[in-house]
């Protein structure tokens, strides 16, 4: 269990406030830190890496004491059994993959790990290559498996996925979860894709103006029903089929796919990786492209 208890000044997207949170995570749960630009998500994860100080605060991991500003007591970045990827993925781009995944290992650890971590996500090939002779998926897997080469227990991820195609996204939604679940992790990720949500997240999550507006599973926070009876999912197109005879789009919400015949208008508007709002209610479903 890590239980964070944090309360910081910060300049937000709608001026200076305060970020005001207090939650536990269980462990070996992935949760997805949501919300909208500026609205404190990064600062949370910098906070909880020991990057940023809060005013006042108290996070424990188990037993451990990471910050507690009362007692003065705040842990080093390198003390709190962590691995973070940042948004610029932070590769040195004078080492080769094999260098940077060594430069983080921790003491005399056996270097044969960084041999399993390359072998798990299929790098192994590039041990030697510098990091701009990789695609941009092949650098986020790096930057990954090296923050797992000091065997952290809790991963921050802050938005490994921003720069990838919708192809990309859903090859590393797989290693990510994966790897999660190898090392026994617990997991932070800040996303704004509902399809990151509902693939990988337990928990979701929703940070508005500093403050938690919204916290559960992802088909309890995103779903919803009005008076009307309808129903509406929010979800992710991530296929459209042309059997020759009707076109069907496929739509990840939660964990399960809907498939729903469209129009050829509409197979033409629609794509993959698009995010969209599926409504349902005493007539067929309609879907609605969000943004």
């Known amino acids: 269990?890590?239980?964070?208890?944090?309360?910081?000044?910060?300049?937000?997207?709608?001026?200076?406030?305060?970020?005001?949170?207090?939650?536990?995570?269980?462990?070996?749960?992935?949760?997805?830190?949501?919300?909208?630009?500026?609205?404190?998500?990064?600062?949370f994860l910098r906070i909880v890496a020991g990057l940023?100080?809060?005013?006042?605060?108290?996070?424990?991991?188990?037993?451990?004491?990471?910050l507690d500003t009362t007692r003065k007591i705040s842990l080093p970045v390198q003390?709190?059994?962590?691995?973070?990827?940042?948004?610029?993925?932070?590769?040195?781009?004078?080492?080769?993959?094999?260098?940077?995944?060594?430069?983080?290992?921790?003491?005399k650890q056996n270097q044969d790990v960084i041999h399993d971590l390359l072998k798990m996500v299929d790098l192994e090939r590039?041990?030697?290559?510098?990091?701009?002779r990789l695609s941009v998926g092949q650098r986020q897997r790096v930057a990954i498996?090296?923050?797992?080469?000091?065997?952290?227990?809790?991963?921050l991820l802050d938005e490994p996925f921003s720069a990838l195609d919708a192809e990309?996204?859903?090859?590393?939604?797989?290693?990510?979860?994966?790897?999660?679940?190898?090392?026994?992790?617990?997991?932070?990720?800040?996303?704004?894709?509902l399809g990151d949500m509902y693939t990988l997240a337990d928990r979701v999550l929703v940070i508005d103006k500093g403050l938690v507006v919204k916290s559960g599973p992802p088909k309890e926070v995103f779903e919803t029903d009005d008076s009307s009876g309808?129903?509406?999912?929010?979800?992710?197109?991530?296929?459209?089929?042309d059997n020759g005879v009707v076109f069907i789009a496929e739509v990840l919400t939660g964990d399960t796919v809907i498939k729903l015949l469209i129009s050829e208008g509409e197979k033409n508007c629609l794509r993959p990786g698009m995010k969209v709002l599926v409504c349902s209610g005493s007539f067929e479903p309609v879907i609605k492209v969000l943004g």
């Open 126 to 132: 590039f041990a030697d290559s510098k990091p701009d």
């Open 230 to 241: 309808m129903v509406r999912l929010q979800g992710e197109i991530i296929q459209i089929r």
């Open 168 to 193: 990309m996204r859903r090859h590393l939604r797989e290693d990510i979860l994966r790897l999660h679940q190898t090392f026994g992790l617990t997991t932070l990720l800040v996303t704004h894709d």
């Open 52 to 66: 940023l100080k809060p005013e006042t605060g108290r996070i424990l991991s188990g037993n451990e004491v990471w």
């Open 145 to 155: 498996i090296r923050a797992l080469a000091g065997r952290p227990e809790l991963l």
């Open 79 to 107: 003390k709190r059994k962590i691995g973070f990827v940042f948004q610029d993925l932070a590769l040195f781009p004078h080492m080769t993959v094999f260098q940077n995944l060594r430069y983080a290992l921790k003491g």
């Open 1 to 43: 269990m890590i239980h964070i208890s944090i309360k910081k000044k910060l300049t937000m997207a709608e001026g200076d406030g305060w970020l005001s949170i207090d939650t536990s995570v269980e462990k070996g749960q992935l949760w997805a830190i949501s919300g909208k630009s500026g609205a404190g998500k990064t600062s």
